[in-house]
């Protein structure tokens, strides 16, 4: 319900703050489709995605960018050990599978500089970076393919069986191209890192460090409005 309540006053967000600032300011929406990897090293998966975004252009070589990621369920196995607490527990050490799925959802905001022509430009190719920081939300499920006593059990890495919601902070940096398709209207493709900037513990996470490592490849569109003025 949580996550529900983001998406939506995110996306009222997209369709408000346009007509705040329309007289004063050049603004795009953009969306896009992807393909993301998880890199952390102990649960990696690859899922398609979809992006919705907002960018404002005070200036030609500046803009301010806003976009919320949501992404399919990524999917892992690992083969984990339990060890007994006591020397008299037998079997002292039980080898078992743990299926794993991770949700994530992901918002960003930040600056994007055009490294040549502008926002606007509608005669050539287009390069681009960004920076920003971000807020990565997921959901983590993890099933054992045995039964495991706790009590008397010590499983590998503290996991545990069940369901669980992490969020992480992160550092989001881009580079991209862009061209133009006909007036007000532009294709881009981009590519992404979330580097996680905060790593509290969850036991539903294999790994908690620098976990999760994403990246990913994106390609969408992005149209202005409100681009009546001169350059």
Do not use: C
Request: aromatic letters at 14%; zero cysteines.
């Amino acid at each position: 319900m949580q996550k529900k309540n983001i998406i939506f006053h995110f996306l009222i967000f997209l369709l408000l703050t346009p007509a705040a600032v329309q007289a004063q300011i050049r603004y795009s929406l953009t969306t896009d489709i992807s393909a993301m990897r998880n890199f952390d090293g102990k649960q990696p998966f690859t899922v398609p995605g979809q992006s919705v975004g907002l960018q404002w252009h005070p200036d030609k070589r500046y803009s301010l960018y806003s976009y919320f990621t949501y992404h399919g369920h990524g999917r892992y196995l690992n083969n984990l050990q339990a060890n007994a607490k006591q020397p008299s527990t037998q079997p002292q050490v039980i080898n078992f599978a743990n299926r794993s799925e991770m949700r994530l959802h992901h918002l960003s905001v930040g600056v994007k500089k055009w490294l040549n022509g502008s926002f606007r430009n509608t005669e050539q190719l287009t390069l681009y970076l960004t920076g920003g920081f971000g807020l990565i939300m997921g959901k983590a499920f993890n099933t054992f393919n045995v039964a495991v006593d706790t009590s008397l059990y010590t499983i590998q890495d503290n996991i545990v069986s069940g369901s669980g919601d992490f969020k992480r902070l992160s550092l989001d940096l881009s580079a991209g191209l862009e061209y133009p398709m006909g007036y007000a209207f532009f294709i881009f493709s981009e590519a992404r890192v979330m580097i996680p900037t905060t790593s509290y513990p969850s036991n539903y996470l294999l790994k908690n460090n620098n976990a999760p490592f994403l990246g990913s490849l994106n390609i969408g569109v992005r149209i202005i409005f409100n681009d009546d003025q001169e350059e």
